[in-house]
C-alpha cells in the first residue's frame, strides 16, 4: 500500500540556517511526489512537486528537493531559512489513482 | 475570491447533531476530496469523488458520508455527531485532465463537537 513518512515530528532551525526536511515514500511505481506548506490558520499550499525528469526540482519561497529513487526519498531543502518560514510542511504522494495520501506533517520552529 | 471555499469556516455543535460540511469550487476541476486533520496524524482521507456519479470511500469513512450536488460542489456531512469527530477538515480539488496534476486545498473547517 502506498505510504508517506516524514521522520521528524519538530524541526528547530535557526534564522538564516539550512533547512532539510525528510520524507520517505513507499510505493512500487515512481509516484507522483509533493510538498505542501500550512501556515497557521490557513489550508496548504504547494510548495513544488515531482512526477519525472530532473530529480532536483525548485518550488516556490525558496524551496527546492531532489527525488532519489534508491533511497525511495524526497527531501525537502533551503539553504537560507527566513522567520516567515516556520509552518507546518507535509510531503505527500499520489499514485495514478489520484488519491494523495499524506505523511504526518513536519512542524518547523524558526529561532531569531 | 477563494477557489476552494469551504463553509462554514468553524462550527461548534453538540454530541448527535447532525452537521453538514460544504465545499464549492471555480476551478473547473473534476476530482474533489474530504480529509480531516488532526495533531500528529497529518491528513487522512474520508472520501473521494472523480466526478458527479463516482463517489469512493477513504480510510476513514465511518460516520461520515458525502454528496456531490454538482461538479462544483461536494459536501460532507456527520449523520449523528460525536466528539472524536473534532477536527480540522480540509476539502480539496484536483484535475483528471493536468498529468501529475496537484491537490488545491479551501481554507478548512474546524469543527468542534462538545
Known amino acids: 500500500a502506498q505510504s508517506v513518512t516524514q521522520p521528524d515530528i519538530h524541526i528547530t532551525v535557526s534564522e538564516g540556517a539550512s533547512l532539510e526536511l525528510r520524507c520517505n515514500y513507499s510505493?512500487?511505481?515512481?509516484?507522483?511526489l509533493f510538498w505542501y506548506v500550512q501556515s497557521p490558520g490557513q489550508g496548504l499550499q504547494l510548495l513544488l512537486k515531482y512526477f519525472s525528469g530532473d530529480t532536483l526540482v525548485q518550488g516556490i519561497k525558496g524551496f527546492e528537493a531532489e527525488f532519489k529513487r534508491s533511497q525511495s526519498s524526497f527531501n525537502l531543502r533551503k539553504p537560507s531559512v527566513h522567520w516567515s518560514d516556520a509552518a507546518e510542511y507535509f510531503c505527500?504522494?499520489?499514485?495514478?489513482?489520484?488519491?494523495?495520501?499524506f505523511g504526518t506533517g513536519t512542524r518547523l520552529k524558526v529561532l531569531a | 475570491d477563494a477557489d476552494v471555499t469551504q463553509t462554514p469556516r468553524n462550527r461548534i455543535t453538540k454530541t448527535g447533531k447532525r452537521i453538514m460540511l460544504e465545499c464549492s469550487q471555480t476551478k473547473g476541476h473534476d476530482r474533489m476530496y474530504w480529509y480531516r486533520q488532526d495533531p500528529g496524524l497529518g491528513l487522512r482521507l474520508i472520501y473521494y469523488s472523480f466526478d458527479v456519479k463516482d463517489i469512493n470511500k477513504g480510510e476513514i469513512s465511518d460516520g461520515y458520508s458525502v454528496s456531490r450536488q454538482a461538479q462544483a460542489k461536494f459536501s460532507l456531512s456527520l449523520e449523528s455527531a460525536i466528539p472524536n469527530q473534532t477536527a480540522l477538515y480540509f476539502c480539496a480539488t484536483s484535475d483528471s485532465r493536468q498529468g501529475a496534476a496537484e491537490a488545491f486545498f479551501g481554507q478548512g473547517t474546524r469543527l468542534t463537537v462538545v
Open positions: 510505493y512500487g511505481a515512481t509516484p507522483y
Open positions: 505527500a504522494s499520489s499514485s495514478g489513482t489520484y488519491k494523495y495520501i
